[in-house]
T-cell receptor, first 113, second 116 residues
């Protein structure tokens, strides 16, 4: 079975600075997708970024980028120029052949003004 | 694009009554939708996979007779919590996967259920 591990329960960052959220996963599949979702206080799950395992290039979406290390099964999220609106819970997630999402426990990120 | 709506956003009901939650994909077709439950400060727990035109697939430990799922069209799935009890109080979230391809799930805004 696939597992997703987010070992840091909380992080804090100063506004305008950069922060990296860690995620590791375990799988025996060769073809899969990895995601970072954001859940602000409204509790709406928002897709932040997506990475396809067969693509070597790291995905980027504006201020958000990932460091995908396939051999190490690591998938960290970097948020540049942090904004107050980035305050949220962030979930790392995996999906493979069965199309089900496996989530990590999540990390609460606080952006300080 | 890729908008999923969920209704109602909040519901309070008496113990023993049934509650129906609707999940709609507004701008895409979804042969597969998913229902999750989330407790405060915790991750999402998959309850079941809803397949258009066929029976839902439930995760281990989820009572299919209590949580009835119907996926009658390519844009609508419903979750009915039957004979609700206070322990069913939770935040329920649906997601939909675009039938056009890709493995990305798009989430509804969630339904907060309180059973008195």
């Amino acid at each position: 079975a696939q597992t997703v591990t987010q070992s840091q329960p909380e992080m804090s960052v100063q506004e305008a600075e950069t922060v990296t959220l860690s995620c590791t996963y375990d799988t025996s599949e060769s073809n899969y997708y990895l995601f970072w979702y954001k859940q602000p206080p409204s509790r709406q799950m928002i897709l932040v970024i997506r990475q396809e395992a067969y693509k070597q290039q790291n995905a980027t979406e504006n201020r958000f980028s990932v460091n995908f290390q396939k051999a190490a099964k690591s998938f960290s999220l970097k948020i540049s120029d942090s904004q107050l609106g980035d305050t949220a819970m962030y979930f790392c997630a995996y999906t493979g052949a069965n199309s089900k999402l496996t989530f990590g426990k999540g990390i609460t990120l606080s952006v300080r003004p | 694009g890729a908008v999923v709506s969920q209704h109602p956003s909040r519901v309070i009901c008496k113990s023993g009554t049934s509650v129906k939650i609707e999940c709609r994909s507004l701008d895409f077709q979804a042969t597969t939708m998913f229902w999750y439950r989330q407790f405060p400060k915790q991750s999402l727990m998959l309850m079941a996979t809803s397949n258009e035109g066929s029976k839902a697939t439930y995760e281990q430990g989820v009572e299919k007779d209590k949580f009835l799922i119907n996926h009658a069209s390519l844009t609508l799935s419903t979750l009915t919590v039957t004979s609700a009890h206070p322990e069913d109080s939770s935040f329920y979230i649906c997601s939909a996967r675009d039938s056009g391809g890709g493995q990305t799930q798009y989430f509804g805004p969630g339904t907060r259920l309180l059973v008195l």
